[in-house]
């Protein structure tokens, strides 16, 4: 059976953790399904981690749904989730459809849009029509340039009062979910129990009801220093270093191609 919005909802009423990991394309999705990750997000993250972008503020929609459609053929049955990317969403509720109802056409399940406040009012009309939407609290990387770099949110009480009155304005408007990015763990545990739907931390300590990564993290394939928040369960960036140079030695040293790997 197909993943839905249900059953992330249903994991948090009955207490059981999970997990989302980006995905970009086909192959990372067909493997990241068949690891059992249930939800997997289409992050405008694609900017700064597969297309070489300093910030995910480049990122357009055709590039979106280029990596979206890519994924969906990859992980049909599990929920997809799209970034809505900066500026899609910004001008009107009317420009927030009309691209949220593109992804949904390019086969996702969902959308996720940054901010609180007037994003819940967008929420709203999303929802009227259908399309479910993730919201995304704290640290939201579309801000970073009003946020003056990539900086924790939610440390004074005006902010936390201000992040907890957004996750309830998101809930009201028919949010199905919330992504608390880089914000401290309590706040984090305390919007968790603020909200009866589900709650997705990264970088925002232990107490969310799901947790997410960059799959490139996850992987080890991100080359450089990684987010506090981030770990790497495997080292494949090395083995793909090591893996292309021993292809190279046996190509300079003529055992590759052998027979085996030669048509007659």
């Given at each position: 059976m197909p993943i839905t919005i249900h059953d992330l909802?249903?994991?948090?009423?009955r207490g059981e953790r999970f997990v989302m990991v980006t995905a970009y394309d086909t192959a990372i999705a067909r493997l990241l399904a068949e690891a059992g990750v249930p939800a997997l997000l289409v992050g405008d993250s694609v900017g700064n981690n597969h297309l070489g972008y300093s910030t995910t503020l480049p990122v357009t929609m055709g590039e979106m749904l280029h990596h979206g459609r890519a994924v969906v053929r990859g992980a049909p049955g599990q929920l997809l989730i799209a970034d809505m990317p900066f500026g899609s969403y910004h001008q009107s509720a009317a420009q927030a459809v009309a691209s949220a109802s593109a992804f949904l056409k390019a086969g996702l399940h969902g959308v996720k849009l940054e901010g609180g406040g007037w994003v819940a009012g967008v929420t709203e009309r999303l929802v009227e029509c259908g399309i479910p939407v993730m919201g995304h609290l704290g640290l939201t990387p579309q801000f970073v340039n009003a946020f003056g770099g990539f900086r924790v949110q939610g440390r004074s009480s005006q902010a936390r009062e201000r992040i907890l009155a957004d996750a309830r304005a998101l809930e009201s408007a028919g949010a199905f979910s919330i992504v608390l990015e880089g914000i401290p763990s309590e706040l984090a545990a305390a919007v968790t129990a603020a909200v009866a739907i589900p709650t997705i931390g990264i970088g925002a300590g232990p107490g969310c009801d799901g947790q997410v990564l960059v799959v490139y993290d996850l992987l080890g394939i991100t080359r450089g220093s990684m987010p506090k928040f981030a770990r790497a369960y495997a080292?494949?960036?090395?083995?793909?270093?090591?893996?292309?140079?021993?292809?190279?030695?046996?190509v300079a040293a003529g055992v590759f191609p052998d027979d085996a790997h030669s048509y007659r």
């Open positions: 909802r249903a994991h948090k009423e080292d494949i960036g090395d083995s793909i270093v090591a893996a292309t140079r021993a292809f190279s030695d046996d």
